[in-house]
């Protein structure tokens, strides 16, 4: 009966980060600016590893909502919502006032930002915990 | 329990997906280039010759106090809401690092003056010259960061007010 429930959280969430990973491609200077500001990389991997954190939130993402290898596609969006928690949450401890680079806008960093990573961690590993549900890519298993 | 395998090529493919990506965008990330944070492009510690951002010319708090008063130059706070509304050039647009929610029309206003002088709360100016870079990039052509920042402004009885930023809906009460 759980089935149901568990494909529509499966693919609101990934449909989430598609779009979160979308919104940052037009500007990925701007996201890359904002990661800097986090003060945590090395300036020379500030780039790169900005590019690359889009890349896996739109991938993951759409593996997600496609049921392609689902569990793995929670468990790295849970991971990297942890990272995103932990960076906001030392930013705001260090008073580093600055853009979070949350989907791409110009929203300032928050408690609230740190808050909403949280939901979405818990939501992503109740999604990892129900599996997949229905509407599975052919082949996808990893059915409960 | 996901296998780590699965998960690694995730990972591997996004990453170059998004580096592909990246070479697509309007405005890619320089992957070649280091990018530093608002206060090491501006002359910090961290902050390497080569990539230092040039700092914008300065004005003495006399010089830009008399273009104050004679509404000749426009100026952009840099500092957090806190400090903005604890009290700020009279008629400064706040405009921190973080940007303003209306960018566009914020730097309409600041078009409206032939001079714009940014300052923040420490006399490194760092924020501030991170911002004044930002507004020379947006076209701004005579931008400035003001010598001593906010505390030699204050020091100085020069033109100043306090409350929060209206349009930048943290809450009422501008002058």
Known sequence: MRRAPAALLRLLLGALFVWAAAAKLPDMAGFAESVANYRVLPPGWVPLLAAALVGVELVAGAALVAGWWPRAAAAVLALLLLVFAAALSQALLRGIDLSCGCFGGKETASWGAVGRDLALFALTIASLALGPGRLTAPGAGAAP | ?175
Do not use: T
């Not at chain 2, 608002?38 to 080569?50: D, T």
């Open chain 2, 1 to 175: 329990m996901p296998k780590a395998l699965e998960m690694a090529a995730l990972v591997a493919l996004g990453a170059a997906v998004g580096l592909g990506a990246n070479a697509l965008s309007p405005r890619p990330a320089p992957v070649r280039a280091k990018v530093y944070s608002v206060a090491e492009a501006s002359g910090g510690a961290c902050a390497g010759p080569e990539e230092a951002a040039a700092p914008a010319p300065r004005i003495s708090v006399a010089e830009a106090s008399a273009l104050c008063q004679s509404c000749l130059a426009a100026f952009v706070d840099a500092r957090g809401a806190g400090e903005f509304a604890q009290g700020h050039v009279a008629n400064a647009v706040h405009l921190p690092p973080s940007g303003h929610p209306d960018e566009g029309a914020a730097l309409d206003e600041l078009r409206q003056r032939p001079l714009v002088v940014v300052y923040d709360g420490d006399d490194s100016c760092a924020v501030a010259d991170e911002v004044a870079a930002r507004l020379r990039r947006a076209g701004l052509a005579d931008v400035r960061v003001l010598s001593g920042a906010w505390p030699a402004w204050a020091a100085a009885g020069a033109p100043a007010a306090a409350g929060a930023c209206v349009s930048c809906g943290h809450a009422e009460g501008h002058p």
